[in-house]
């Protein structure tokens, strides 16, 4: 009956430090997001009490009717939101809904394709040190070195060499629309299925400012915490029947237990928020305040990964800059700005130093943030970068502490949590 502050006050002390942190930093790293209040409290709730191994009206456990209640209006609206037929809203975490597709399509050993690490893409799509890497033959395709767009002919090349089982579209830091249909023609003459992890864009799918998958893809994947501004978690989704009840069988029994209810309360209301014409807006907002984000970096002397950027997030190259991408992210911590390093394509640096950042507007944009506020961020970014360019990994202690005044104000301007 005690809260928090009472029974825990070390955990209280933490939770407190990080809301705080939340609301005197801005966020640039793109696949974090502010959720509302209501899906704090959502997931916050008395569900993570209960046991409902099983799904809506199919349940292991007594007592699941209000488990069913609030899975099915999660199901529900995922599925009006994509427009698609099945939603399998249990995945604990976007790792473990594109675990449920490989258990439920692949058998260890099988050739799997997907964007290679450095190129962008996730560890889960077959990179060596995770269980895709592993338990899988991994044949990685990556981006032309000069465009920085995903290589089709060198994709359409190794899948006729390997003939894998499934081949994988999506990324953590691919910047640009991709060709859903380009990669479903090459998945046919092979014969392998096309799987799209969507994580990162799901919300601009979501609102209509990247193509669907659905209508190319066999299956997707993806994140309810990025875009789609959700509590962490994940969601398989698809068309086809058949895939469906492996799907399933795949999360449940197959790779999970109990789903988190607690959570899919929270998918059910920030899925519900999705629907609503704002969001709508909120993502024309975070696409276009990347795009202001983007240049901003450019015109102060940085490069970008394939020369700008389609969706909520830039890759930047700082080589043009003399910076690397550690010094940068752990430079722009220290004046209130949170992002994180970020391999380029052929990156000569090792991914502990990195040449690159990473940078997204979506939770930017749901504290309020606009182009002015971008282009601001943008500068304080770049003042940060010169810093750095002039006095090494030290940077300039005085621009630092200019910046986060500056951060503090702005963040103070567009408060979050009241
Ligand atoms: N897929 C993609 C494309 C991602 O970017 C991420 C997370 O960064 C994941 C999957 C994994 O999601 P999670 O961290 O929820 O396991």
């Not at 209960?50 to 199919?58: D, H, M, S, T, V």
């Not at 009006?80 to 976007?94: K, L, M, R």
């Not at 629907?275 to 909120?282: G, R």
Request: with cysteine; proline share 5%.
């Amino acid at each position: 009956t005690r809260g928090l502050a009472d029974a825990d006050p070390a955990v209280f002390a933490g939770v407190t430090h990080e809301l705080e942190r939340e609301r005197h930093q801005i966020e640039l790293i793109a696949s974090e997001n502010i959720v509302s209040k209501a899906v704090l409290e959502a997931q916050g709730s008395v569900f993570t009490n209960k046991y409902a191994e099983g799904y809506p009206g199919k349940r292991y456990y007594q007592g699941c009717a209000p488990s069913d209640e609030v899975e099915q209006l999660a199901i529900d609206r995922a599925k009006q939101i994509f427009n698609c037929g099945f939603a399998n809203v249990q995945p604990h975490s976007g790792a473990q809904a594109n675990g449920a597709v490989m258990l439920a399509l692949t058998k260890p050993g099988d050739t799997i394709m997907g964007l290679s690490l450095d190129s962008g893409g996730h560890l889960t799509h077959g990179a060596r040190a995770a269980m895709s890497g592993k338990w899988f033959n991994a044949v990685p395709y990556g981006v032309d070195p000069e465009t920085h767009l995903i290589d089709f002919d060198q994709v359409a090349r190794l899948a006729k060499e390997h003939k894998p089982t499934l081949i994988i579209a999506g990324g953590s830091a691919y910047p640009r629309i991709i060709d859903f249909a380009k990669f479903r023609q090459i998945a046919d003459e092979v014969g392998a299925t096309f799987m799209v992890d969507m994580a990162h864009f799901a919300g601009l799918v979501a609102s209509g400012h990247h193509p669907t998958p659905f209508g190319h893809a066999h299956v997707v994947t993806t994140t309810t915490h990025k875009t789609l501004r959700g509590p962490r978690g994940g969601m398989v989704l698809t068309d086809d029947e058949a895939i469906a009840k492996k799907i399933n069988s795949a999360v449940f029994p197959g790779l999970q237990g109990g789903p988190l209810m607690h959570v899919i309360a929270a998918k059910a209301v920030a899925f519900g928020e999705a629907l609503d014409p704002s969001y709508k807006s909120y993502i024309a907002a975070v696409v276009e305040n990347a795009k202001v984000l983007a240049a901003t970096l450019k015109e102060r002397g940085a490069n970008l990964v394939s020369g700008g950027t389609d969706t909520h997030l830039a890759l930047v190259d700082l080589t043009p800059l003399g910076v690397t991408g550690r010094d940068a992210d752990e430079a722009l911590e220290r004046s209130g700005i949170t992002c994180n390093k970020n391999g380029i394509p052929n990156d000569p640096l090792p991914p502990v130093k990195t040449s690159g950042i990473r940078v997204g507007s979506p939770a930017g944009t749901t504290r309020g943030f606009g182009t002015a506020e971008f282009r601001e961020i943008g500068n304080m970014v770049a003042d940060v970068l010169d810093g750095l360019a002039k006095n090494g990994e030290a940077g300039d202690a005085q621009v630092e502490a200019q910046v986060r005044e500056r951060v503090r104000a702005l963040c103070e301007r567009f408060p979050i949590y009241v």
